[in-house]
């Protein structure tokens, strides 16, 4: 199973990007995805994450209204949106699947991982 993340790239603020999330090997069409993110010298965040059908969505404070997930089962892909970029959004992001709990905003029930696509963004 992989999940293949790309899409990261430097950028400046104000800019847009979107990341996109390839999972190969299983099908997670039944199974909420997720985003995290990693900022050097600070701990993996949240950030968004969308149930299996798109149904349901959450997104951590400091991307509300300017972030969006969305999935297409047909293509075991998830996305990210981004808009609007911050330098504060500069980070590592990785994809995550949860086959163990239906939704969840903690990197400790997710049990597939992506290997992360680096996104900075310049002021």
């Known amino acids: 199973v992989q999940l293949q993340a790309c899409g990261g790239g430097l950028v400046q603020a104000g800019d847009s990007l979107r990341l996109s999330c390839a999972a190969s090997?299983?099908?997670?069409?039944?199974?909420?995805m997720g985003w995290f993110r990693q900022a050097p010298g600070k701990e993996r965040e949240f950030v968004a994450v969308?149930?299996?059908?798109?149904?349901?969505?959450r997104y951590v404070d400091s991307v509300k209204g300017r972030f969006t997930i969305s999935r297409d089962n047909a293509k075991n892909t998830v996305y990210l949106r981004m808009s609007s970029l911050k330098p504060e959004d500069t980070a590592v992001y990785y994809c995550?699947?949860?086959?163990?709990?239906?939704?969840?905003?903690?990197?400790?029930?997710?049990?597939?991982w992506g290997q992360g696509t680096e996104v900075t963004v310049s002021s």
């Open positions: 969308i149930s299996w059908n798109g149904g349901t969505t």
């Open positions: 090997g299983r099908t997670f069409s039944s199974y909420s």
């Open positions: 995550a699947v949860s086959t163990i709990v239906i939704i969840s905003t903690t990197a400790g029930e997710y049990n597939y």
